[in-house]
């Protein structure tokens, strides 16, 4: 059914398509509004049976996901940024004890500065927990994408993260095309888990394992990530096939036919980057998409084969690794046969600043003409951060950056232009 | 296996032994019903006041609830010692997941067997001083708070034994651990710290709160079953004596834990609904010297002179206890 709704809306409908048991919730922008959808809907007995926690922390969210989970129940949560940060320790461990939970990241930018924008630095964080991550690129998406985690967690017995853009997708009203419940519930099993306390059979889990056996255990999970990408092409193409469209699957490819250059990115800015190349095609450049849907595990055969004809590459982020650059291009290196120089990154939209289409055309057009420095930061004030350097060498008190900055700069919002 | 012949069982000074009572008034302990929930071959220390209070309250537990109860336990050495892979001592369903989130995963549990319309299974938390009172203080509070219907139960030794006897705040004044040494003006524990975490949990206004020690095992197993007839947030806080922290033999574990609550160190009592109900009378109470004096971790208030200053305000603190829950028999 078409609607007309939030993304984060349409995402608590998708989830409770999926018959959550136990959901667990604690408020953090922008992933809010999904969670509230849910408690609505257990309020109002329109989801039940499913137990609707309001817990204390994002560390005992998990938690108490893990709790759930553990004791059969299909568990839910939502996070973003600093909560995901915050509930990390058990993010490891309901992956190493392969508790099948899904959560929704609301991607958000991580402190300090504090920042409620999106970026992809909370979910980077992330990336070698053990979890699968799923991005999404449009709210159809995302929802979408709902649906075939709770399946694809369950049937591996792993976790599984899906992120979404903060407020760019969680907070835009746009059309979705709503599954119903049938078609919901003939794609999705019922939950059998592999591991369940059960007083009539009962286990001990979480047990302490030394060097005798845990590297085989870690080995364990790794297999069982490249399980994974073997099981989602096939997924994706029975969602087709039940659902009527292209949702999910390793990645996405647009106009890559003849493509010398390919912009590798994840999440709603592949939709920027996908106007911009049409602009540049129209222009007559050979450039083209490479939109990674699922970044963990890292789909490297899959991705090797795609950018096989690609002269120069270009990865534009919304994180990097300080103090190395960017993250998912040291990921496209180990997938890319040409040379590693002609991967380059760019680190865009950090903290919510916009991304644009003049700009990326500009990127991407250096990256085509050999031009490009192969780390590029979209947009950088070059001079107030000059200015901060100057300050520092000028004065040992220099002050708090952050804030020197923001008053260098006169600005207490992103500029727009 | 659940029956291990017993030939005698003595359960304290001023009481008689189990056979000679009637059935109904017998320790879980020392009947054929007893399910050794945390079976024999772990890897406590010999004395473990912990590996005692765990058997005795999770076999109570099970007792109750007719063998339908779900454990989760706290990073420590409860975890540790009974879980040596590939081998567990648990006869009981049984989850470790972290330090700090063991409430939390109880209270996931609970949801869980809610979902399911299992409300006849129960679910059993439990860890150190350290994984309660310290990192698992959050998450306890917000199980408390929302009246989850979880038995927190907190075997408490006075610091972090696990890692090597690191200060917890549950370690008592001038107690020498290895992060408060007995050295410098003022050797051991600083006094005027610590939380006092039954009156905590009371503060929640949840169902029931109980202290134990492993002295009373009539006692304790009563309050295990008393916590079970309630549904909610319960909180059993059971003293552990730990020989390798403490630093007694370890054949006076029992003796350390009667100690305790007869110099009024550890005041035992129940609560229910945030209003003390009940009190364990101190029969004969003792100086608290006779409680310390056993211990390595006071050594340093005995030799090379007594330290008359420090033992004073540790009588003190005992008074206080003894006038505020009333612990003398005519009071």
């Known amino acids: ?16 398509l999926c018959r959550p048991e136990v959901i667990c919730a604690y408020p953090i922008s922008p ?16 989801l039940s049976p499913c137990e609707f926690i309001n817990v204390e922390s994002e560390f005992a969210a998990m938690s ?26 058990a993010v490891f461990n309901a992956a190493g004890m392969g508790l099948p939970i899904v959560m929704t990241v609301a991607n958000r930018a991580i402190g300090a500065p504090i920042n409620i924008w999106n970026d992809h630095t909370d979910s980077m964080s992330q990336r070698d927990c053990g979890w699968i991550q799923l991005f999404a690129e449009t709210n159809q998406e995302a929802l979408d994408l709902h649906i075939q985690a709770f399946r694809l967690a369950e049937e591996l017995s792993l976790p599984v993260m899906v992120c979404m853009d903060g407020f760019i997708l969680t907070h835009a009203y746009e059309r979705v095309d709503m599954p119903t419940q049938e078609q919901v519930d003939a794609f999705l099993p019922p939950f059998e888990p592999r591991q369940v306390l059960d007083p009539q059979d009962p286990v001990s889990m979480g047990a302490m394992v030394g060097p005798e056996a845990f590297t085989e255990v870690r080995y364990l999970a790794h297999v069982k990530q490249m399980q994974a990408l073997d099981l989602i092409p096939g997924w994706a193409e029975e969602f087709r096939k039940a659902f009527g469209r292209d949702s999910g699957g390793l990645m996405h490819q647009y106009r890559m036919e003849d493509a010398d250059t390919v912009v590798v990115a994840l999440g709603s800015v592949l939709g920027t980057i996908k106007d911009t190349v049409d602009g540049l095609r129209e222009k007559g450049h050979r450039i083209g998409v490479l939109g990674i849907t699922c970044f963990r595990p890292w789909p490297t055969s899959a991705l090797r084969a795609a950018l096989e004809r690609a002269r120069k590459v270009s990865v534009v982020e919304k994180a990097f690794g300080v103090g190395l650059g960017g993250i998912v291009s040291a990921n496209v290196r180990t997938s890319y046969s040409g040379s590693l120089d002609d991967v380059f990154t760019v680190i865009a939209g950090l903290g919510g600043r916009p991304i644009t289409r003049e700009s990326l055309a500009r990127a991407f ?5 050999g031009t490009s420095a192969p780390l590029v930061f979209l947009d950088l004030n070059r001079a107030a951060v000059d200015r901060a350097l100057a ?16 008053r260098d700069v006169g600005l207490v919002t992103a500029q727009l232009r | 296996m659940s029956f291990q012949p017993v030939k005698f069982y ?10 000679l009572l009637p059935d109904g008034e017998r320790s879980v302990q020392s009947t054929v019903r007893r399910h050794n929930s945390l079976n024999s071959g772990h890897r406590a220390c010999q004395g473990c006041g912990e590996a005692l209070g765990a058997r005795y309250a999770i076999d109570a537990a099970m007792e109750v609830t007719g063998g339908q109860l779900i454990a989760a336990n706290a990073t420590g050495c409860l975890e540790v010692f009974s879980t040596p892979y590939p081998e567990t001592s648990w006869q009981v369903p049984w989850i470790h997941s972290l330090f700090g989130n063991t409430a939390a995963v109880a209270t996931g549990i609970a949801a869980a067997l809610r979902v399911k319309g299992r409300e006849d299974v129960r679910v059993v938390a439990q860890g150190g001083d350290g994984g309660t009172t310290d990192i698992g203080f959050g998450c306890l509070s917000g199980m408390f708070e929302r ?19 690191q200060r917890s705040s549950a370690t008592p004044p001038a ?3 290895a992060t408060t040494a007995a050295v410098g003006s003022t050797p051991g524990n600083t006094f005027g710290q610590g939380k006092d975490l039954p009156a905590i949990a009371m503060a929640h206004g949840i169902p029931y709160v109980a202290t134990a020690t492993v002295s009373e095992l009539r006692d304790l197993e009563a309050k295990v079953r008393r916590a079970m007839e309630f549904r909610g947030a319960r909180y059993l806080h059971i003293l552990v004596p730990c020989p390798l922290g403490w630093g007694h033999d370890s054949s006076l574990t029992i003796r350390m834990a009667r100690l305790a609550h007869e110099s009024g160190i550890f005041p035992v009592f129940e609560a229910e609904n945030g209003e003390v109900t009940g009190v364990a009378k101190i029969r004969r109470q003792v100086p608290v010297e006779e409680y310390l004096k056993p211990q390595k971790r006071y050594a340093h208030l005995f030799s090379p002179r007594p330290n008359e200053d420090v033992i004073r305000r540790i009588q003190a603190q005992a008074d206080r206890n003894i006038r505020r829950y009333r612990l003398l028999q005519d009071s």
């Open chain 1, 1 to 16: 059914m078409l609607k007309q709704i939030e993304g984060s809306h349409a995402v608590a409908e998708a989830v409770a």
């Open chain 1, 391 to 406: 300050r520092e060498r000028e004065s040992r008190r220099s002050g708090p950056i952050a804030e020197a900055l923001l």
């Open chain 1, 64 to 89: 108490v996901a893990i709790g759930a989970s553990a004791a059969g129940a299909r568990a839910y949560t939502a996070t973003a940024s600093q909560g995901l940060l915050f509930m990390t320790e």
């Open chain 2, 175 to 177: 107690a020498r651990t």
């Open chain 1, 365 to 369: 057009t250096e990256v085509e003409q």
């Open chain 1, 31 to 46: 992933q809010t509004h999904i969670v509230e959808g849910l408690g609505e809907m257990v309020k109002a007995g329109e």
């Open chain 2, 147 to 165: 009246n989850d219907d979880v038995l927190y139960i907190c075997y408490d030794n006075g610091a972090y034994m696990n890692t090597g006897v």
């Open chain 2, 10 to 19: 003595q359960t304290g000074t001023f009481t008689v032994g189990n056979r």
